[in-house]
């Protein structure tokens, strides 16, 4: 496990109850105290307190490695869970050393890298997966099959939505020290929010042109977006709007998908789904979900691929569609222009 933020103690406790054994680095984790056992209850990032060679205690132990090297040394698997630009060069490094990688959103902070990641899991031959935890959401699957089926007829409209005050994203923590804050860890709401636009790569299949404006307008301490607005054309012709932004005081995450038979609407943080046809027929689909069950499920997928030799539902290629979508939509923004990506 590198990296003991919320995603890395998460991604750890979810594998010592599967029963793996998990070997983490963290250098904020770090101290000069020796025998030490850190809290994992507690923000590692804020605390920066801890021990290499101690033990975390992520409802089972896991043992604190001294360094990055001894972390991957001998693993099977490696999860990348630390500051976003981190993702592209501890994904390349473990792939080289041979071990399967599922690396948290995004997979890297620019295409470029992003493409040598992909480059490197094809060469390596080992299985390579992207943390896109709404691909297992019940909604998202459910949207998924709705399109799969047909249900929907030709797909013209999607909208996707997110938007939560950043100061209320790590309560306990401050804000402004957080890799979402900061340009040089791969913060912004594009990035952190780089879901919406993999799900909708998911659902409509490769984008084909992007228009956005991206700014930082609030009162928020932060060097970075705080605020997106998209609009996109998918290369099978529908359309599609995205807003997202860190500012919103509740948590908004919704989706709409008009098509020629039936128009779907969704609202992923309470699980409503409902089916509008064109006949005037409507039909509510039951799609709740408890978001720490999508994060389970993305890990059992991994280790179910690496154990079956098969592609994760999120393989290395489609994380780098997804960070070609999110950096069409910074170019867009900073040269108010229309990029073409297909």
């Keep these: 496990m590198l990296g003991l933020g919320s995603a890395g103690r998460r991604h ?5 109850a599967m029963g793996h054994e998990v070997c983490a680095f963290d250098p904020r984790a770090l101290s000069p105290a020796a025998g030490r056992t850190i809290d994992a209850g507690a923000d590692v990032e804020a605390s920066g307190t801890g021990d290499a060679g101690a033990q975390v205690e992520v409802d089972g132990a896991v043992e604190l490695a001294r360094s990055f090297q001894q972390a991957i040394e001998g693993a099977a698997a490696v999860v990348v869970a630390s500051p976003s630009a981190l993702h592209a060069g501890q994904a390349a490094a473990a792939l080289e050393a041979g071990c399967h990688v599922l690396v948290e959103k995004p997979l890297a902070t620019n295409l470029e890298d992003a493409r040598r990641v992909v480059a490197l899991g094809q060469r390596t031959g080992v299985t390579g997966a992207v943390g896109m935890n709404l691909r297992f959401h ?5 949207l998924r099959r709705l399109v799969e089926g047909g249900t929907l007829g030709e797909l013209y409209y999607a909208q996707a939505s997110y938007g939560q005050d950043l100061r209320r994203w790590r309560p306990g923590t401050d804000y402004r020290d957080s890799y979402s804050a900061r340009s040089e860890l791969g913060g912004g709401i594009v990035l952190d929010a780089i879901h919406e ?6 659902l409509l299949g490769p984008v084909a042109t992007v228009a956005a404006e991206a700014d930082h307008l609030s009162a928020l301490e932060v060097d970075v977006e705080d605020i997106a607005v998209v ?6 012709g529908a359309l599609a709007t995205i807003d ?6 509740g948590f908004r995450r919704r989706c709409l998908l008009v098509g020629s038979e039936a128009v779907a609407e969704c609202d992923l943080a309470t699980g409503a789904l409902v089916l509008r046809r064109s006949d005037g027929e409507s039909e509510e689909i039951d799609a709740r979900c408890d978001p720490r069950d999508t994060y389970r499920a993305e890990l059992v997928d991994f280790i179910d691929a690496i154990e079956r030799r ?9 994380g780098a569609a997804g960070v070609a979508f ?9 040269g108010g222009l229309r990029v073409v990506l297909t």
Excluded: H, M, T
């Design 231 to 236: 609009v996109a054309r998918f290369a099978a």
């Design 138 to 142: 019940s909604a998202v699957v459910a």
């Design 326 to 334: 999110a950096e069409a939509i910074k170019e867009s923004a900073l």
């Design 12 to 16: 750890a406790s979810d594998l010592v």
């Design 244 to 249: 997202l932004n860190f500012l919103e005081p």
């Design 197 to 202: 636009l993999d799900y909708l790569l998911w």
């Design 310 to 318: 098969r592609e994760p539902r999120c393989p290395l290629a489609d």
